[in-house]
Nanobody
Framework: QVQLVESGGGLVQAGGSLRLSCAASGRTFSRYTMGWFRQAPGKERKFVAAINWSDGTTYYTDSVKGRFTCSRDNAKNTVYLQMDSLKPEDTAVYYC?????????????????WGQGTQVTVSS
């Protein structure tokens, strides 16, 4: 059974940092793209960042470039989202996702696997 389990969310002041983790299990993800999405209250879920497990290529939405960093630890089967210089508008539930297609992940469509989400709240 495939599982993506996020952790690391919490409450932080504006300008602070958090690191989210996504532990993947249940299959081999070496050829998958792992993505991070977020959904703010009353809004649609949107793409944030992604990383190709095979070669480490990363993708970011414009609003987080230079502030968020996606990385992976092959030995731990875990991907990370380091979030720095957080802003109140970053407040959302953050979800981990996985798909064989990087295009699908970046587009946020037809994704195979999702985690349950973790809340990130940035206070002003």
């Amino acid at each position: 059974q495939v599982q993506l389990v996020e952790s690391g969310g919490g409450l932080v002041q504006a300008g602070g940092s958090l690191r989210l983790s996504c532990a993947a299990s249940g299959r081999t993800f070496s050829r998958y793209t792992m993505g991070w999405f977020r959904q703010a209250p009353g809004k649609e879920r949107k793409f944030v960042a992604a990383i190709n497990w095979s070669d480490g290529t990363t993708y970011y939405t414009d609003s987080v470039k230079g502030r968020f960093t996606c990385s992976r630890d092959n030995a731990k089967n875990t991907v990370y989202l380091q979030m720095d210089s957080l802003k109140p508008e970053d407040t959302a539930v953050y979800y981990c996702a996985a798909d064989f297609s990087a295009r699908a992940v970046v587009a946020g469509q037809g994704i195979d696997y999702w985690g349950q989400g973790t809340q990130v709240t940035v206070s002003s």
